[in-house]
């Protein structure tokens, strides 16, 4: 299984960006996926994802601030930040597993990783 982010990059505040994770022997549909970040000495936190009956999930401190969605004809999942700030500079991962009874926010049952997306917002 693989999964691999794209669309990060070096953005100013106030734009949006929209991250992409594309996976092989891994299908979105009907699997949860969960996109997650870490700051600069900072833990990983979960931001959004997709649970496996396909409804979407956005952390309360991120509501409003993003978007997630997927296109299971092209197997990708999508994160879309809007009105990004300084503090959204993290790297961004995505992760799914096959597993899950129902959505889960802890990180730590998460089985598939993808390598990360620097994402870098001036100020």
């Known amino acids: 299984v693989q999964l691999v982010e794209s669309g990060g990059g070096l953005v100013q505040t106030g734009e949006s960006l929209e991250l992409s994770c594309t996976a092989s022997?891994?299908?979105?549909?009907?699997?949860?996926m969960i996109w997650v970040r870490q700051a600069p000495g900072k833990e990983r936190e979960a931001v959004a994802g997709?649970?496996?009956?396909?409804?979407?999930h956005v952390a309360t401190f991120m509501k409003g601030g993003v978007t997630v969605s997927s296109d299971n004809a092209k197997n990708t999942a999508f994160l879309q930040i809007h009105n990004v700030k300084p503090e959204d500079t993290a790297v961004y991962y995505c992760a799914g597993d096959t597993k899950m009874n129902g959505f889960i926010w802890y990180l730590g049952v998460w089985t598939y990783w993808g390598q990360g997306t620097q994402v870098t917002v001036s100020s």
């Open positions: 022997e891994f299908v979105f549909d009907g699997n949860d």
């Open positions: 997709i649970g496996s009956d396909g409804s979407p």
